[in-house]
């Protein structure tokens, strides 16, 4: 499967011609060692990434982009933009040019099983990063690396049992979703539903999607405002829709963190400024650093070896207090 080009100058042309003519939906470009190093070995690596709603996910692009270069993996990069049809056209594109391997973080969880077909028809391993398909047919793909995001959902609910344990009165909580059919979106929600469905108190009183971006969650948020007078609690799937959200609530003139408590998902670094300035009440960890994992499964993939079939991020959950004491040297 590995491209054998003795050639660099051939192996150099080759790059620049396929970034010329783009991959996919959003653009493709193509980096890493294939031209620099003499490694005609490289394993070439077809990344389709879901776009670039959130800090989280530019701090995800960085860590591909950097782990595929330390790991001499030659990266086709293409940028979907937040849609699956330019995700499936990248994938495509990807089995045209043989790649060796194909990775991809897809948009929603359902459609995915005619175009990862024609990636095991052509032979081609495909590995998921960061979010999941929902096909039943797992030799679909090798493996998928990324968070346990119904845990997630968990930890946010806990802490708010917890923050209101002594509460009598009903708790009315908001909820900004992320992109609609997504697996964080769906499983974040269904998370903290299991665990604050267990006492009645807590009610939630709207939940829609903010897409994961800040401008949508504030946008939804001051719908919400209006609609709601009495909000206690803001439950954001993202700190992006989250930081919206508290401009929303600081232009309604209340004051987010005390009127209305926040909690969030992701502790990407404004997120984490803002908890440590008392805006958020508590952030779930969501790692984005997936890249050197990432890089170490595609070569064993590449190679034959057997991967397991599930690899999970490891996270944690940040109160204000602790917010300040990470913040100085959080890496994203
Ligand atoms: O939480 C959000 C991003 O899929 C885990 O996508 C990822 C989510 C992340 O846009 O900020």
Redesign the pocket.
């Known amino acids: 499967m590995l491209k054998r080009i003795s050639m660099l100058a051939v192996a150099g042309l080759t790059a620049l011609s396929l970034a010329a003519c783009g991959g996919g939906g959003g653009g493709t470009t193509t980096a890493g060692t294939g031209g620099e190093g003499g490694n005609d070995d490289a394993i070439v690596m077809g990344f389709s990434q879901v776009g670039a ?2 800090g ?2 530019t701090a995800n692009t960085k860590s591909v982009q950097e782990s595929a270069k330390e790991a001499g993996i030659t990266l086709r990069f293409s940028d979907a933009q937040q849609r699956q049809e330019n995700q499936i056209k990248a994938i495509r594109s990807f089995i045209q040019q043989k790649v060796d391997v194909i990775a991809f973080s897809p948009v929603v969880e359902s459609g995915w099983g005619t175009v990862l077909k024609e990636a095991k028809d052509a032979g081609i391993p495909v590995i998921l990063t ?2 999941a398909v929902d096909d039943p047919d797992t030799s679909l793909y090798k493996t998928f690396l990324g ?1 346990d995001f119904v845990e997630e959902g968990k930890k946010a609910g806990q802490w708010l049992v917890e923050e209101y344990k002594d509460a009598t009165d009903t708790v009315n909580i908001v909820e900004l979703q ?1 992109t609609t059919g997504s697996a ?1 979106a769906n499983d974040r929600k269904a998370g903290f539903a299991e665990v604050i469905g267990a006492d009645q108190k807590f009610k939630v009183i709207a939940s829609q999607t903010g897409d ?1 971006t800040r401008a949508k969650g504030k946008e939804v948020m001051e719908a919400f405002l209006k609609a709601h007078p009495d909000i206690d609690v803001l439950y954001a799937h ?1 700190d ?1 829709m989250g930081l919206g959200a508290i401009e929303a609530i600081e232009g309604a003139g209340k004051v987010p963190g005390k009127d209305i408590k926040i909690i969030t ?2 502790a990407v670094k404004d997120g984490m400024q803002a908890l440590a300035d008392g805006k958020i009440n508590y952030i779930v960890e ?1 790692s984005p650093l997936l890249g050197p994992q990432l890089m170490d499964l595609a070569k064993k993939v590449v190679a034959g070896e057997s991967v397991p079939a599930r690899v999970v991020t490891e996270e944690t959950t940040f109160t204000q207090e602790q917010a300040k004491e990470a913040l100085p040297s959080r890496q994203y």
């Open positions: 709603e959130s989280w996910r960061d979010r968070s992320g964080p994961f993202n992006d998902v992701d969501c």
